[in-house]
């Protein structure tokens, strides 16, 4: 046998995607040729299963409320400045547990990648605020992870807007946790200046850049939530 | 399209049984609490979608964010041509893409995607029952044929929307796609 279908002939005759002439020559030519069989019975068993795959997922956690934050918050009905005054009376606290265990969490993940990032002695880096001061230092980013910089921005913007309905504890414990982060990222940056082609420092700078975004991120759900 | 189910069912209130369409009116007339159900019911699809083309539990939620804030932005644009579950997949498939090509461009920060274990981990856990072995094998294709072959084989787009959205000629979608395929019967033998 001479002749054997092409990759896209035997993809097209499965789909039936060939001309009419096409296609009966592909046909009678893989009623006689078991390597064309099997060729096509492994390709048709695994468009099949790839159709078969599930398209709905659940997301881990509840995206709405940062995706009502970007939307302008235009709940029908509600002027912005209803909005505001409501957002000057309240005030929240994040339970303590989880305070702790934010607390807890950003100290041990950043702690790590501060060791991992060199022994250096660079000092610390002006302590971290809610409000847009964080992001100045990120203007110093590699470009690689300006979009994290940006969002970190934004997201520290956000926070500063709804500062007023959070106590005290609350922003002081935001406050330390944002602190040990950017002196992570502060580091990482450092070490990245002396090695810009080191894998691993890149990965440190963005796991904290991640971090950061996550912390902001959970603190902004929580003003949305109770503006 | 199956519906998933409410996180929040108190938030979606009287509107729980309003059809998509009327939901989309409604939303079209600046209701956010309509455009917040109809968020629930879709998300599952949408989130699906962009954890398979981005291959990264984060990313997915970023994107699937700027799904809905895209589709809140554009509903005017949607006139009922057709299903507003076709044009809400298809504005998605459009960000991902415009996303990857963004992200071209900025070619280094392919160092924040996350490896393939700790993807499968998260796909373990978000479709449940599914294929592993395949879902590895396409994780592990790279990633303007992953995205092709998802698109086409995963969720049924035809080669020819496939080549507009992607702005590339049928031939090159073809030829990526059928190459998915050969390496993906490779990696499952």
Redo the contacts between chains.
Sequence with gaps: MTWHPD??QL?DFLEE?LPQEDEERVRAHVAECPQCQDELA??SD??G???E????????????P???W??GD???GTSQTDQSVNRGRRRITLPAWQLLAAGLLVSLLSGGSVWLVLNNSTPAPSPATLAPAGGAQLASL???????GDAVVELEAILEQGREVLDEETIQVLEENLKIIDRAIHDAQEALTMDPAS?VL??VL?GNL?RKMDLLRQAAQVVYANS | ??A??L??ADAAGPLEGISIEALVQRAQE????A??VL??RL???I???C?RMARN??R??EL??DV??RA?ERLGSFRGESKFTTWLHRLAVNVVLQAGRSKGR????E??VGDPGEYLG?VK???????ID??RA?ALLPEGARKV?VLR????YK?EEIATMQGVALGTV??Q??RA??M??EM??
């Design positions: 990759e896209t993809n995607l492994g390709l695994l468009v299963a790839m159709g795959l599930p398209v709905e997922a659940t997301p881990p956690r509840d995206l709405w940062q995706i009502q970007r939307m235009t709940a029908a590699p470009p690689a992870f300006q979009a994290y894998g890149q990965r963005a991640r | 399209m199956g998933i189910p996180a929040k600046g209701d956010s609490a455009f917040e968020y629930r998300v599952g699809r989130y699906a979608l954890l539990a984060q997915a939620e699937t964010q809905f804030v809140w900025r070619e280094s920060r160092e924040l998260r856990e978000e479709f449940p029952g599914t294929r395949i879902e396409i072959v084989d995963i969720y049924g080669y073809k030829a796609i059928h395929r050969r993906l019967k499952l033998s």
